[in-house]
């Protein structure tokens, strides 16, 4: 069965370095999100991307965030300068053109020291 | 503004004690309501998808409804492998989830 994957697991990086996420959505999907969860905490939108361009961001993706599809399996996002309160739990969901249901990978662990 | 909660935090079960979780909701324009399946360090695991008021499915042990401010997910005679967080996220028309902060079950054997 299709399967959304993301790469690292884990990812270990000191304050004010950049990190970079990596997703490969279901290959046949449009849509493609971002999601974070602080441990013990809501699972919260951070993105939307289609058609090569954001449709939806939340507060949260300010300016020290970044999406990107360099080439057409994978989708990739960019912390340029990570903060204490970075760390977190990051999920990538992709979904068909037709269906609402979105699905999500097993996720990126971060953790900024 | 948009508010999704579930009830109760947390819940313990006896194998084979039957229960249900719920999901609440306040929100503008609502397109959907999913149940997903989350175990610990791993991501969400889609389970149903409801779109109008009094539609149900089932899938094993479980069934989900749907009313117009909230959804129930009842578990029936649960085994010890259904221990999970279960999330309720609600899909607005911004295209965007809106998660609920789970209820963790844990199932006894």
């Known amino acids: 069965e299709p399967e959304v994957t993301q790469t690292p697991s884990h990812q270990v990086t000191q304050m004010g370095q950049e990190v970079i996420l990596r997703c490969v959505p279901i290959s046949n999907h449009l849509y493609f999100y971002w999601y974070r969860q602080i441990l013990g905490q809501k699972v919260e939108f951070l993105v939307s991307?289609?058609?090569?361009?954001?449709?939806?961001k939340s507060e949260i993706f300010d300016d020290q965030f970044s999406v990107e599809r360099p080439d057409g399996s994978n989708f990739t996002l960019k912390i340029r300068s990570t903060k204490l309160e970075d760390s977190a739990m990051y999920f990538c969901?992709?979904?068909?053109?037709?269906?609402?249901?979105?699905?999500f990978g097993p996720g990126t662990r971060l953790l900024v020291l | 503004e948009d508010q999704v909660t579930q009830s109760p935090e947390a819940l313990r079960l006896q194998e084979g004690e039957s229960s249900s979780l719920n999901c609440s909701y306040t929100v503008s324009g609502l397109r959907g309501l999913f149940w997903y399946r989350q175990d610990p360090g791993k991501g969400p695991e889609f389970l149903f998808t409801?779109?109008?008021a009094g539609e149900e499915k089932e899938k094993e042990r479980l069934k989900a409804t749907l009313t117009k401010k909230e959804s129930f997910l009842h578990i029936t005679a649960p085994k010890p492998e259904d221990s999970a967080t279960y999330l309720c996220a609600v899909l607005l028309y911004g295209q965007n989830f809106v998660f609920g902060p789970g209820t963790r079950l844990s199932v006894l054997p």
């Open positions: 409801l779109y109008s």
């Open positions: 991307f289609y058609n090569n361009e954001i449709s939806e």
């Open positions: 969901a992709s979904k068909e053109g037709l269906g609402e249901t979105q699905y």
